[in-house]
């Protein structure tokens, strides 16, 4: 089963979430932006470069294990 994990880090904090699908990893990632945005008065789009988002997003096989973000052979 392959999962995904969506990923900020900003200059002080770190964001992720986990899903199924992409997508759902990266909307939930990017509701967390939103409400830290809210919490310390920032922009709205504070985590944005031009005009997309800077979230990374990686999948991932479930019972399989990984070094530095790749499967150990």
């Known amino acids: 089963m392959k999962i995904y994990r969506a ?6 904090f770190s964001f992720e979430a986990y899903s199924k699908t992409e997508n759902s990893a990266r909307y939930h990632c990017k509701q967390a932006l939103l409400k830290h945005g809210e ?7 504070w985590f944005m470069i031009g005009d997309s988002d800077c979230i990374e997003c990686a999948d991932y096989e479930m019972d399989t294990p990984y070094r530095d973000r790749s499967i150990v052979k």
């Open 7 to 12: 990923y900020y880090d900003s200059r002080n």
């Open 39 to 45: 919490q310390y008065k920032l922009e709205p789009d």
